[in-house]
């Protein structure tokens, strides 16, 4: 018997991942537009990184890590997220300065796996570090939004809140644990743990709703300085046309956040893992691995949830030029014409097996090629047959002629 994938995994093979590859290449393309460059980190690290990065008292790191022990007994950690990572690798170098860098790879974390949620994913994103202006807040939620946009997931909004500073919480964490602590018999088990560990975390207790509905919001406890860079964040928004709505009791699971936290949304992808992507500044994860003080915002997208709610595009075409050919010796021409092909920037590509002209063309029909490219007898006078496989239409030229041919869609 052959052995299935773990548990949580996924084997993304064609024509799926052509939708994987939009969405990658999307990001990436819209990263680089916007100033990010590109940062490999490593997929696992020291355990400890999680623990003090992303906080012992997080769901992740308590119940959702893969760790393991090494040959040489380090206790390492197959990378949940890749801020902790982005973060330290800034610090290992100095930390000086501005970095701007987009990544993306798959995350792995313990989940119960269902649609959208797995146990390794995809996820792409951004850190901006060194940034402390709440224009650097509005430009990475910019990216993801028109990330978003650009993936055809045309309603996508952004859930936005501010949890303060930490000097800020201090007082606001005593009045929300009075608040829980009133309410501990009507809470779930779950938040009603949270209540003495992290009652922060209680806050966004989807099954709790009803308790929480009265419960005090970080958003009304902000210090001035928080409470500014909250209103700059929301008129840069507005400015650069990114709709939004105000979520208070949005928390975000991991621990080094602060001020800005946000989500993205789509109204055509209501389901139980809805969220695509989020992120939010990060300023005091610097100290909490042991550098200096570094401001930061980031954001992550889960790249298998966007596929999820991208509109289907399977009518686009996936190859410019499928090259059919005619008797054994006429592959090695056919291989030179595919070769100038993608020399010229069109995607190409042909059967190698020798197969009919028919099953060729049906070979160009699945891979949705918009032409093909006949190399047939006329080759013997330097000609090919082009046809473009929607309309049927036909005709002959030369090799040089097709580029101009394929361009003119
Ligand atoms: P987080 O780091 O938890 O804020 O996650 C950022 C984004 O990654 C989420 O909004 C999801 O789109 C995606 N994500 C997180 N966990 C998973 C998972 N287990 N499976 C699939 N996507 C995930």
Known sequence: MIPRAPKGTDDILPPESERWRTALRTFDDLADRYGYQLALTPIFEHTELFARGVGE???????????FEDRGGRSLTLRPEATASVVRAHLDRGGDGILKVAYAGPMFRYEQPQAGRRRQFLQVGVEYIGEPSPEADVEVIEVGYRC????????????LNSIGDPEDRVAYRDLLFRFLDQHRDDLSTEAARRIDTNPLRAL?????????????????????????????????????????????????????YNRTVFEYQAASYQVAQAALGGGGRYDPLAAMLGGSDTPGVGLAMGVDRIVLAMPDVVDAPA??????????????????????LRA??????????????????????????????????EWDEGLVTVKRLASGEESTMTLEGTQAWLKNR
């Open 57 to 67: 008292d997080t769901d992740v790191v308590e119940k959702q890590m893969y760790t």
């Open 148 to 159: 978003l946009q650009a993936c055809g997931i045309g309603d996508a909004s952004v859930l």
């Open 204 to 256: 966004d207790s989807k099954q709790d709703e009803t308790v929480l509905e009265g419960a005090p919001v970080p958003i009304d406890h902000l210090g001035s300085a928080a409470r500014a860079h909250h209103a700059a964040v929301e008129a840069g928004l507005r400015r650069q046309g990114i709709p939004f709505v105000a979520d208070p009791r949005l928390v975000r699971g991991l621990d080094y």
């Open 319 to 340: 190859l410019d030029a499928f090259v059919v050919w005619t008797g054994d010796e006429r592959l090695e021409a056919a291989l030179v014409v595919a070769s100038s």
């Open 344 to 377: 010229a920037g069109f995607s190409a590509d042909l059967d190698l097996s020798g197969k009919s002209v028919r099953s060729q063309f049906r070979a160009a029909d699945r891979r949705r090629a918009t032409a093909a490219i006949v190399v047939g007898s």
